[in-house]
C-alpha cells in the first residue's frame, strides 16, 4: 500500500502500511554514520519543502501539528518557517492519562514516530534536492535538539536518532506527491492549516503552474534554521 499522492488513505490502512515500513528498518539501536549537512540555497522553496516534510510526518503519525508557515524572510532569530502545535491539547490529554499504565513499548514506539517528524523536516529539503543520505545528519539546530530529547526520555540514549532518519526518509518516499503539494501552497500562500493538506489534484496542478510561471525561488541570505 503507497500513500503516494493520496493522504485519503490516511487512517483507513495507515497501521498495515506503517508495519511494512517498519520491518524494512534497521534495528533501533543500530549506530549509522554521522554526515555533514550538504551546503544548498537558502530560499524560500527549500524552506517550503521543510516545513511540508514536517507536516507529512505529523499527519502520518496523527501528531496535533495544527498549521504550518513560511515567512517573507527569515526573522530576527534566523527562522524563516515554524510549525504550529496544539500544545493545550496535548497537555489536557498528557493530564488524563496515568502514564504507569501505558506500556513503555508504546511510549517508545511515540518517541520514535515524534522525533522521526522533528529530523523530516532537514530530509525533506535534501529530498528536494535530489539528495539522499546513508547515515544520520549531525545538526545542532532546535529540531534535532528537540529529537534527541524525546529519544532520551523514551530511551535514556540518542542512539535511535539512525533509526527515526530512516523512518522518515521511507515516509517520505512513499508520500513525496503530498509533500510537494503541500511545499508548493507553502511557497505560494505562505501558510497552510491542516485541514488544506489534503489537496485535490485540480488545485495542485494550477499551484504548480503557477510556480512554474515565476521566477527562480529567492534566496535567503545567512545560514538555515528551519523548524
Not at 522553496?45 to 517573507?72: C, D, K, M, N, Q
Not at 510549525?83 to 490529554?93: A, P, S, T, V, W
Not at 504507569?100 to 535534501?126: F, N, S
Not at 511545499?183 to 501558510?191: D, Q
Request: negative net charge.
Amino acid at each position: 500500500m503507497t500513500y503516494r499522492g493520496d493522504p485519503s488513505l490516511i487512517g483507513r490502512d495507515r497501521s498495515a502500511w506503517l508495519r511494512a515500513i517498519y520491518r524494512k528498518l534497521p534495528p533501533i539501536f543500530l549506530a549509522g554514520t554521522k554526515v555533514e549537512f550538504p551546503i544548498y540555497p537558502f530560499n524560500r522553496r527549500a524552506v517550503a519543502f521543510h516545513e511540508a516534510g514536517h507536516v507529512v510526518l505529523g499527519s502520518v503519525f496523527s501528531l496535533p501539528i495544527t498549521s504550518a508557515v513560511v515567512h517573507e524572510k527569515p526573522d530576527d532569530t534566523g527562522e524563516a518557517g515554524k510549525i504550529h502545535m496544539d500544545l493545550e491539547g496535548i497537555q489536557r490529554r498528557a493530564a488524563s492519562v496515568d502514564e504507569d499504565k501505558i506500556p513503555h513499548a508504546m511510549l517508545q514506539e511515540a518517541a520514535l514516530e515524534i522525533a522521526a517528524m522533528y529530523v523530516a523536516g532537514h530530509l525533506a529539503m535534501l529530498y528536494h534536492y535530489q539528495h539522499r543520505i546513508d547515515g544520520w545528519l549531525d545538526i545542532d539546530d532546535l529540531d534535532y535538539r528537540n529529537a534527541r530529547s524525546v529519544l532520551r526520555k523514551a530511551f535514556h540514549s540518542d542512539l535511535p536518532l539512525y533509526f527515526c532518519h530512516r523512518l522518515a526518509q521511507a515516509v517520505l518516499a512513499e508520500t513525496w506527491d503530498w509533500v510537494s503539494a503541500i511545499a508548493a501552497v507553502l511557497e505560494t500562500k505562505g501558510e497552510i492549516d491542516i485541514g488544506e493538506s489534503k489537496i485535490q489534484a485540480r488545485e495542485l496542478a494550477a499551484i504548480q503552474a503557477e510556480l512554474a510561471a515565476q521566477a527562480a525561488p529567492r534566496i535567503f541570505l545567512g545560514g538555515f534554521d528551519g523548524q
